[in-house]
């Protein structure tokens, strides 16, 4: 007699853990997932109490969480990472008419290397962004719901089979134009098993191991290639923790769409924002704006390059996070920031609300200007003159736009990751420490600081045998 826990447990997992619309692999179909339940439910009708005591590994472990592993065990679906075709791929249309043989060889190929794939590992079902998405509905609801679960569909997958259009030996599949694409980085950091094919359809690497995040060599090439920590990609939790560290992953991608930069992320910081297309960096700038107050990690600050044209104190992608960026002496430790700085920072109709200590530079002039990387700006150097032996800032160019229409004649530093006092009005400048900071700029007709730009992040070290309280 069927278990009617198990049968609500694996309803209520098809609902919310899988795609709702997935390819049938032996008959090379798009179905719903009506059409997946029938498949399944006498297998789960069969799971008796026994399967469920041997599949509880450790003491007062949760009875739904036991039934869940078995549920995920019996509904095995892969899903594809790729990059797309330049002629165009299979859509779901061409799917449902019985079209996919026309006009897009190459595409409809993959499609089928892929099913073919996914059966090898046991899988009756099968799903790519590709055909299992509608893109016709002008309505952009569909798309922002799998855009919000699609880190989900990814985790819960028996594999993901990604595809390196470019690449045939592992010398060679790091220059693969897949690792320098935004959404690539959820869909490596979300499966728990993958398994990496060149473009002829062979394995990568290691023909025998089904899961390449289980090879010690190839994860230790994939952390040197991406810059993600091996246990990450191992094992990746989403969260609004160590946002600047995620952000420089990012920062080494791209996207056809401006908006995709900011959309793709959501998901490996586990936020929701509404989707719209068609406001370009702004979309950067309402993530951060979630991220600001949730993370409560000053680091978010330390960016360089062009600001957003909303959000002055962002960048306009995540490319502001580079390491370029960031002297390469300054590495603190991520627990730094999380105690450090203003704890209570946030963002009012596009201004941050944050509290700095404020250094005023005295001694710092201009030098002459160089250029820089994107038309339309240019950068004068920042030469601190003069300035107490004890204290040392980084060399910074600062950047201007060719319409900026005033040039500071005081600068001043706002120190961003001062250390705590007993006064919640004070902050402290540790001895020894390097501090990282936003330079501000006004002159004798400006009442207040405004943020300047500069090619690296600022950073100010007091040598004294004192702290600097301010």
């Not at 036991?66 to 019996?74: A, E, F, S, W, Y």
């Not at 509904?75 to 299979?90: D, N």
């Not at 040392?392 to 990751?417: C, E, Q, Y």
């Amino acid at each position: 007699m069927a278990i009617e826990e198990v049968c609500r447990i694996f309803q209520d997992y098809l609902r919310e853990n899988i795609p709702h619309r997935l390819i049938a692999i032996s008959k090379m179909e798009i179905v719903e997932q009506q059409w997946v339940e029938e498949l399944y439910m006498p297998s789960i009708k069969a799971v008796t109490e026994r399967d469920i005591e041997q599949h509880t590994f450790y003491p007062n472990q949760r009875r739904d969480e036991v039934i869940r592993n078995i549920v995920k065990g019996i509904v095995r679906y892969a899903v594809m990472s790729h990059r797309w075709c330049r002629e165009g791929e299979v859509t779901l249309q061409e799917m449902t008419s019985g079209g996919t043989k026309l006009g897009k060889p190459s595409s409809h190929h993959k499609l089928e290397n892929f099913c073919q794939k996914a059966a090898e590992y046991g899988c009756d079902f099968a799903w790519a962004d590709t055909c299992c998405i509608d893109r016709s509905d002008p309505s952009p609801e569909e798309l922002n719901k799998s855009m919000f679960r699609m880190f989900r569909w990814y985790r819960n997958a028996h594999v993901c089979i990604v595809h390196l259009a470019e690449s045939l030996t592992l010398d060679e599949f790091l220059h693969d134009s897949w690792f320098l694409q935004s959404w690539t980085l959820q869909e490596l950091l979300a499966p728990v098993r993958v398994k990496f094919y060149g473009r002829t359809w062979k394995p990568i690497y290691n023909t025998r191991a089904e899961n390449d995040k289980a090879d010690q060599r190839l994860l230790a090439a994939l952390s040197t290639g991406t810059g993600i920590p091996v246990r990450d990609i191992q094992c990746y939790w989403a969260g609004t923790e160590r946002v600047r560290e995620k952000l420089m992953w990012a920062s080494r991608r791209t996207s056809r769409q401006v908006e995709d930069g900011a959309y793709s992320l959501l998901a490996l910081f586990d936020v929701h924002m509404n989707v719209v297309y068609g406001i370009g960096d702004e979309a950067f700038g309402r993530l951060m704006e979630v991220l600001l107050p949730r993370s409560q990690e000053c680091d978010i600050l330390a960016w360089a390059g062009i600001a957003s044209t909303k959000y002055v104190f962002l960048p306009p992608s995540a490319q502001g996070y580079s390491a370029q960026y960031l002297d390469e002496s300054y590495n603190p430790s991520h627990d730094h920031y999380r105690l450090r700085g203003d704890q209570d920072m946030s963002v009012i109709d596009g201004r941050l609300k944050m509290k700095f200590l404020m250094v005023e530079l005295h001694e710092a002039t201009f030098g002459d200007e160089i250029p820089f990387l994107q038309d339309g700006y240019h950068a004068c150097a920042l030469l601190p003159k003069g300035l107490p032996s004890d204290i040392t800032i980084n060399h910074v160019s600062v950047v201007f736009s060719n319409n900026m229409p005033w040039r500071p004649s005081k600068l001043a530093l706002g120190v961003v990751d001062y250390g705590w006092t007993s006064d919640d009005e004070k902050g402290v400048i540790e001895r020894g420490r390097t501090h990282f900071c936003l330079l501000f700029g006004t002159d004798d007709t400006q009442t207040s600081w405004q943020k300047l730009m500069t090619d690296k992040v600022v950073t100010i070290k007091i040598w004294h045998n004192e702290p600097l309280v301010l």
